[in-house]
């Protein structure tokens, strides 16, 4: 029964021990969270700078499994390149050594100055400035650093707990024969990796590995092959999150495990060939918690330095491994539109701003398909060509693609705890894409009055023509400046969208009062009439649209109290109607100066 108890209790302090590493990770992360990708960015084109960020960013998170996890979404997302990314990946597995040399501070004994730093009386000293930042209900970066305060303070109580406990098991007879059974390198490599893979953290697996030290019934001989199998296991997180995720970023994850794994089989070979034909004298010695915590630093400092000249070819044996798949061009254009969702990674909420500009670069990917497409529908009207439609087809696909994967990403971050402006940024944003998507779904609907057409050999006047042409000429340039004001936060290009809104009501009316003229007088068929009209109202919806999202923009770009639509009409002509006017009036001057010398064509690729 006290065994049980015992065991209980440890389990606890393992328990401990890792939450409190979670919420430290999770804490300091908020916190430098919106630096983490500029940061990551600077680091690249230099080797010993990107290793230097790897170092120190494990450091801050207190976890290079975190940290690897995040080279994998970045380059999943396109902001670091793999070759980059793997001296990241060799400064994190020297970060997190740095934990092992913390905890060692456990063993400190004695009256000494030094003994005050020691986790047994640092652990309650922090968990009590923690809990009175969280209870002083301030600024919410004043809560992170309270609740990462009582992360470093759970981490330590938990190791306290499993080195007071580990005693109690030091005198079992069993525990010695699962102890020198793990002196055999294949059987202590695999239990470092299994454990590790467990509780998917190699810092974790050092400090249990050192609270056992504290019993002294643990040897060099049986910690060795279990320190080198944990850094095989800590890649079972990298692989994990790998999964689904673009090849580049599989090959992140490749990487990290033939580092470590390359690393490990150096070392087995160099150590015991040295123990077989020399011997260490200290083999079967006690190992103590410095003893883990410098075999630990020494292990990932050799294998960074023997390793450093062959990044190269470590990126060239990821290529083998996990190979290009070989494309026809159709295919290739489909998935180039498609490529942006790698940007929409998951583990990219765990930094939301960054998760919101890669939400916004989605977005503004589905107002780029969203205009070609419009391009090339457009000019089917003139020059009808079936082999055109499967093409505008797969582009609506990606555009639908699009909406469903950015809107599932922005709801997944709006469950997180965001700030205020975050939680707005997120709200506005969901309702852009679903303007885009309903812009991509007109596109279609055009396409599909011109096969109609097409189908029933009916044609436009040639004066019909020319008042399409002009008509999606405005469309088309409303949707560009809709973009451009979305991409670049310029209020300037707002005003534009809607002078081209009041611009383009105008023609419509005009537009179908001309061709009535013309369906009395004889000169076109109903059937064509009905479908110019058609056009004329997809014209105006897509505008319309426009409008929208320049509206919802105007809450993105200046970050002010939300507005409806009716309030935001009303505030931008009280505010800004005499520019509005003058832009109608530049429009109409230009578009009739186009439409007088017949100048004005669609742009096409």
């Known amino acids: 029964m006290d065994i049980a108890i015992t065991l209980i209790k440890m389990i606890g302090g393992l328990v401990l021990l890792i939450y409190g590493m979670s919420i430290l990770s999770t804490n300091l992360k908020k916190l430098a969270g919106e630096k983490l990708k500029s940061i990551l960015k600077k680091a690249t084109g230099n080797i010993f700078k990107g290793i230097l960020t790897g170092i120190i960013i494990t450091v801050a998170v207190q976890s290079s499994a975190v940290v690897t ?26 970060g997190t050594t740095i934990t092992a040399q913390i905890l060692r ?27 009175v930042l969280l209870e002083g209900k301030k600024k919410q970066k004043i809560k992170s650093i309270g609740q990462m305060l ?13 080195m007071d406990m580990a005693g109690s098991f030091s005198d079992l007879p069993i ?30 697996t050092v400090g249990i590995l050192q609270a056992i030290s504290t019993t002294g019934v643990i040897t060099y001989a049986s910690t060795i092959p279990i320190i080198l199998g944990q850094n095989i296991g800590t890649c079972f997180t990298s692989i994990l999150s790998s999964i689904g995720a673009s090849r580049n970023a599989k090959r992140v994850a490749v990487v990290h495990l033939l580092f470590n794994l390359i690393g490990t089989i150096i070392f087995l070979i160099a150590i015991y060939s040295y123990q077989a034909l020399v011997g ?9 918690m410095g003893g883990i915590a410098n075999f630990h630093l020494i292990f990932n400092l050799v294998s960074t330095v023997l390793l450093l000249p062959c990044i190269g070819l470590l990126e060239k044996l990821t290529l083998v491994i996990v190979r290009d798949k070989k494309q026809d061009n ?44 419009f391009r090339k529908v457009s000019n089917l009207t003139y020059k009808f060509d079936t082999d055109k439609l499967e093409h505008i087809q797969q582009r609506e696909d990606s555009i639908d693609k699009m909406d469903v994967e950015v809107a599932n990403f922005l709801v997944k971050i709006g469950n997180l705890e965001l700030t205020e402006q975050e939680n707005k940024m997120v709200t506005t944003l969901l309702k852009i894409e679903s303007e885009y998507e309903k812009i991509g779904d007109y596109d279609f609907k055009l396409s599909k009055i011109l096969e ?18 002009l008509m999606y000429n405005i469309v088309q340039d409303t949707l560009i400046r809709t973009k451009t004001a979305l991409e670049n936060k310029d209020l300037s290009y707002i005003i534009d969208v809607e002078a081209l809104k009041e611009i383009s009501d105008i023609y419509k009316e005009n537009f179908k009062s001309e061709h009535i003229a013309r369906l009395k007088e004889g000169k076109c068929s109903v059937e064509t009439g009905v479908s110019f009209i058609e056009i004329l109202t997809v014209c105006d919806k897509i505008i319309g649209h426009c409008a929208n999202i320049t509206a919802w923009a105007v809450n993105y770009i200046t970050n002010n109290e939300y507005v409806s639509k009716h309030e935001y009409i009303s505030e931008i002509y009280s505010s800004k109607g005499d520019i509005i006017k003058e832009k109608i009036n530049e429009f109409l001057e230009r578009f009739e100066e186009l439409a007088k010398d017949n100048k004005f064509s669609l742009t096409t690729e």
Not at 69 to 94: D, Q, S, T, Y
Not at 108 to 122: D, N, W
Not at 280 to 288: A, E, G, H, L
Not at 362 to 369: Q, W
């Open 69 to 94: 996890v995040i080279v994998v979404g970045f380059v999943n997302a396109e902001i670091l390149k793999l070759r980059n990314a793997i001296p990241i990946i060799m400064g994190a597995n020297i």
């Open 105 to 131: 501070l456990a063993s400190i004994e004695g009256s000494s100055i030094l003994s005050l730093l020691s986790p047994a009386v640092l652990a309650p000293i922090f968990i009590i400035i923690g809990f």
């Open 150 to 162: 009582v992360g470093v303070g759970l981490l330590f109580t938990g190791l306290m707990t499993m």
């Open 175 to 204: 525990l010695g024969k699962i102890l020198s059974k793990l002196s055999n390198p294949i059987l202590g490599i695999l239990a470092g990796m299994i454990v590790t893979a467990i509780v998917q953290s190699s810092a974790a």
């Open 280 to 288: 260490f004298p200290f083999w079967n010695d006690t190992i103590d």
């Open 330 to 373: 159709e295919e290739e254009e489909i998935s180039d539109n498609l490529k942006i969702l790698n940007m929409l990674d998951e583990r990219m909420t765990n930094i939301p701003r960054v998760a919101i500009s890669n939400a916004l670069k989605v977005i503004l990917k589905m107002a780029e398909v969203s205009e070609k497409n």
């Open 452 to 469: 109609s057409m097409y189908e029933n050999e009916m044609e436009f006047s040639q004066i019909a023509n020319k008042e399409l042409m």
